[in-house]
């Protein structure tokens, strides 16, 4: 068992908007991604299903071509290998599970979050 403190865990700079903390055991990935008003994770898919939950703030999402917005206390179910992309519309704080793990952020290989 590990216990782990949000607060305690040092957050990787993405870009002067975007931050991110991230847990990652055998089957899964975790990530608190952190978003100033205005930011954009431009559209990308990935082969893992995502569940990301609002915590604080709104988000304007694009998933597989629809367009909605969803505030805290809310959850996004995204399929594997949908094109989605996100906006946020105020400061935003969000809790993105990803099953299995993404191997992509562990090689590095996740150049559309940077910058």
């Known amino acids: 068992m590990e216990l782990m403190r949000w607060r305690e865990e040092p957050v990787e700079e ?18 608190r991604i952190l978003l100033g008003k205005g930011a954009e994770v431009p559209s990308h898919e990935h082969a893992n299903e995502q569940v990301a939950t ?11 071509g629809e367009e909605f917005v969803a505030s805290a206390g809310e959850s996004v179910v995204i399929p594997p ?22 191997e992509d952020w ?8 940077r910058g």
């Open 54 to 64: 609002i915590l604080e703030g709104s988000l304007r999402f694009v998933v597989g």
């Open 14 to 31: 993405l870009s002067p908007s975007i931050g991110r903390q991230v847990v990652t055991t055998g089957n899964m990935t975790v990530a």
């Open 106 to 113: 562990a090689r590095g290989d996740d150049a559309y979050l």
């Open 81 to 102: 290998n949908v094109p989605h992309a996100v906006e946020a519309l105020e400061e935003s704080v969000v809790l993105d599970v990803f099953s299995p793990p993404r």
